[in-house]
């Protein structure tokens, strides 16, 4: 399986366009790289391609990666999307997509309903393209092309529902991929509030993990006065502490941990920060926008 990390920054990306916080400073004066917003493209053959998640910046994400440019005509390798919320961070990139001549698209039904009744996104969406829904159910196996499997699975969360009535199940999922001749496996948790038992399982020995880094520490816009609320009430596991993602992830047994979807307030966004040195410590990684892995 390969995978290709097309954006890995939160919404807004790093820097966002209205802030002037230390990281979004370093980053405009060079000290960084800049980062487009997240989502994942997936291959069992590296010909036929899945994206996870269809950020604000996929037009330029898809520019900046030639496996998923037309081969001829208007033809391209792109086979459907998999959305694990109706975030408009992670699907306002499908109104980009509008000129495709169909688009297959793997949703929950609470996530659908949103993005049809909600946010208007699949209305306005099928204006201009036919669109197929695949309604993705947690727990259930999909096959989805070349040996390559996924299965959806919860993701508790808190997080206020900006649209239509919060649903009990699918409101938010994660992924676990898998290549079925070759044998690995991807889990996909772009944003976690909570590592449960049962989120832990579904982690638990997988090949590679790319999972939500959004803050280094839970109270992190609190102390730059930029939120009101903490990184957990916003539905994003901090990752330091010791009931972090890091401490927390650390004795799974997962063969890579890549961190994505950090917000544009983490200094791990830095080389050399010593929040960027703890990471590596525990043997784990932070995206790049490009990084690409085997699995």
Request: proline content about 6%; some cysteine.
């Amino acid at each position: 399986m390969l995978l290709r990390v097309l954006g890995s920054a939160a919404g807004g990306g790093s820097p966002q366009w209205n802030c002037g916080c230390p990281v979004c400073a370093a980053v405009r004066s060079g000290a960084g790289p800049p980062r487009t917003q997240s989502s994942v493209a997936v291959s069992a053959d590296g010909r036929r391609w899945f994206l996870l998640n269809a950020s604000p910046d996929v037009r330029a994400q898809i520019e900046e990666f030639p496996a998923l440019r037309p081969h001829d005509g208007r033809t391209t390798p792109l086979e459907a999307v998999l959305v694990t919320d109706a975030e408009l961070d992670h699907t306002l990139g499908l109104l980009l997509l509008r000129e495709a001549r169909a688009l297959r698209l793997y949703a929950t039904p609470a996530v659908h309903k949103v993005l049809w009744d909600g946010t208007g996104v699949l209305r306005t969406l099928e204006r201009y393209c036919p669109v197929e829904w695949r309604a993705v159910l947690p727990g259930a196996d999909l096959a989805l092309a070349d040996g390559l499997s996924c299965r959806a699975f919860d993701v508790p969360t808190t997080k206020r529902a900006r649209f239509g009535a919060r649903a009990d199940h699918g409101r938010v999922v994660g992924y676990r991929l898998t290549d079925e001749r070759g044998g690995g496996t991807l889990v996909y948790l772009p944003g976690v509030q909570a590592l449960t038992r049962a989120l832990r399982r579904e982690i638990e020995g997988c090949g590679c993990l790319l999972v939500d880094g959004t803050c280094w520490r839970d109270d992190e816009l609190l102390r730059l006065g930029l939120a009101g609320k903490t990184s957990r009430e916003m539905g994003h596991l901090p990752m330091d502490g010791p009931d972090g993602s890091l401490a927390l992830l650390s004795p799974l047994g997962v063969g890579r941990v890549v961190f994505l979807h950090m917000n544009n307030t983490n200094p791990v966004l830095l080389d050399g920060t010593p929040e960027r040195r703890t990471v590596e410590e525990y043997g784990m990684e932070v995206a790049m926008d490009g990084l690409e892995v085997r699995v």
